[in-house]
């Protein structure tokens, strides 16, 4: 039997989420407002226009937005302090690959830096018993094709990648040198894979992209349709990241490495191409495909899989969406022409998945 999320535990929690703001941010809150906790969000303002964090009024659903940089030690140890949070996700980042070539500095120093200030800010105060770090799927050596699990060697090109290995390499360090005999604070670094959802804005992401094609040119524009990606809702890889916050937070998994891929069953790895034309056929549009060549991009694998076994074995965890299914609820979210339902409808898809 699949482990379910348990709302008793998550009832009046204090939690801490960086990045509260963005996409995945801002479904994590909605959740856990729906469990109950008591939410303190810090994250730079919401970089599109418009954005799931406004149309959901993801502001009026916590206890404290603060609007703040993570590579600010000072401001971020003593929010952090002031929140009295027990449980702390850390999201924010700079997450695109082709934004890390144009702003390297920038990806490593938000990234990496705030990584940093977030691992030494929960060494600092003992109060936070249980961290989740978020960081990717793209921390692999992409030299090897094959199905990755959380043992295998890491190995970032591009700029985005790399400071993600940084993260992790560094995550290593800290667990080691300050965490690993410790029987009360316990931590951990998370990899999901494609994740896809309704309220998604973000640049550079292929279900974004098709919705605005659908408003401009009614069609779709290819120029990886082979590349083949772990697509998945983002009520799955949050649903894991809230169940292992949990079992570290009681102590069940002392002897685990806390490294944890979060990726769908291989049925729900598909090419670009399939989810394009999934949306095509639904909203009326045509397919194009370009040839597209730059070195800075090379450094991109076309078939990337998680191994979800150890959150299977270990967490209880199990993919409940397949692929089409989450494209589903991706066309009912966007069909609602009234924004300001936006919250509902989320709130309606999460209890609908964690019934499921």
């Known amino acids: 039997m699949k482990t379910k999320i348990n709302s008793n535990f998550w009832k009046n929690k204090k939690v801490f989420v960086t990045g509260h703001t963005g996409f995945k941010g801002s479904w994590l809150c909605i959740i856990l407002n729906l469990l109950g906790a008591k939410i303190t969000g810090y994250a730079l303002k919401p970089k599109s226009n418009p954005n799931l964090f406004k149309l959901a009024k993801v502001g009026n659903l916590i206890n404290k937005s603060i609007i703040a940089d993570v590579r600010d030690f000072k401001r971020l140890n003593k929010e952090i302090k002031k929140s009295n949070s027990s449980i702390l996700f850390h999201l924010a980042a700079q997450p695109l690959v082709r934004y890390s070539y144009l702003e390297p500095k920038e990806t490593f120093d938000t990234n990496f830096n705030g990584t940093l200030n977030i691992l030494e800010s929960v060494r600092r105060i003992k109060k ?19 199905i990755f699990k959380e043992t295998d060697i890491l190995g970032g090109i591009d700029p985005y990648s790399a ?44 279900i974004p992209d098709i919705y605005l094609s659908a408003k401009k040119t009614k069609q779709i524009i290819l120029r990886n349709p ?21 079992k570290l937070y009681k102590n069940k998994l002392k002897n685990q490495d806390q490294n944890w891929n979060f990726g769908p069953n291989i049925s729900s790895c598909k090419p670009v191409k399939y989810v394009a034309e999934k949306f095509a056929r ?42 089409n ?29 964690l019934e499921d």
């Not at 390499?169 to 667990?175: A, D, Q, V």
């Not at 082979?226 to 949990?246: C, D, F, M, T």
């Not at 899989?305 to 993919?319: E, M, T």
Request: hydrophobic share 35%.
């Open 163 to 206: 400071s993600k290995v940084c993260c992790e390499y560094l995550f290593t360090s800290y667990m080691s040198s300050f965490f690993k005999n410790s029987n009360y604070q316990s931590l951990a670094t998370v990899r999901a894979g494609n994740v896809i959802g309704g309220g998604d804005y973000s640049e550079d992401r292929l």
């Open 282 to 323: 639904a909203l009326g549009l045509k397919l194009k495909t370009i040839k597209f060549r730059s070195k800075s991009f090379s450094s991109e694998t076309d078939l990337l899989r998680l191994n979800n076994y150890k959150a299977k074995k270990f967490l209880n965890w199990h993919p409940k969406w397949k692929l």
């Open 325 to 353: 299914k989450s494209i589903d609820k991706i066309l009912e979210w966007n069909s609602v022409k009234n924004k300001n339902n936006a919250l509902k409808v989320c709130q309606k898809q999460i209890i609908e998945f």
């Open 128 to 146: 936070v018993k249980t961290s989740i770090i978020i960081t990717t799927d793209k921390v692999y050596d992409i030299s090897k094709n094959k």
């Open 226 to 246: 082979k590349s083949v990606r772990p697509w998945q809702h983002v009520l799955e890889p949050l649903s894991g990241y809230l169940i292992l916050a949990e």
